[in-house]
């Protein structure tokens, strides 16, 4: 079973920037397709990017494509959300999933592992 740990979130002025991570408990971490989603008060859970195991591959949400950027280092198990420029539309509980063997899907049906997020809040 997968643990994955999120942190970084919090309250954050309008074009502000945070960067959120999340650690897996997993060694096996390294061959896993890791992904952020992100769901605001009273709407659905949302994609917002992914990024393969190797890290070559990345794909963001066109609501966040050019402010937010995701990494990992797999020596540390841990990926990472860059997040600038940020806006209230921003505000939501932030969760890290992780996919065993194929690439994290756009929506959150059939993620394998989740994290229990962490909120972020952007101020106007």
């Known amino acids: 079973q997968v643990q994955l740990v999120e942190s970084g979130g919090g309250l954050v002025q309008v074009g502000g920037s945070l960067r959120l991570s999340c650690a897996a408990s997993?060694?096996?971490?390294?061959?896993?397709?890791m992904g952020w989603f992100r769901q605001a008060p009273g709407k659905e859970r949302e994609f917002v990017a992914r990024?393969?195991?190797?890290?070559?591959?990345?794909y963001y949400a066109d609501s966040v494509k050019g402010r937010f950027t995701i990494s990992r280092d797999n020596a540390k198990n841990t990926v990472y959300l860059q997040m600038n420029s940020l806006k209230p539309e921003d505000t939501a509980v932030y969760y890290c999933?992780?996919?065993?063997?194929?690439?994290?899907?756009?929506?959150?049906?059939?993620?394998?592992?989740w994290g229990k997020g962490t909120l972020v809040t952007v101020s106007s």
């Open positions: 997993e060694r096996a971490f390294s061959s896993y397709y």
């Open positions: 990024i393969s195991w190797d890290a070559i591959s990345t």
């Open positions: 999933a992780a996919q065993v063997g194929i690439i994290i899907p756009t929506r959150p049906n059939g993620i394998n592992y």
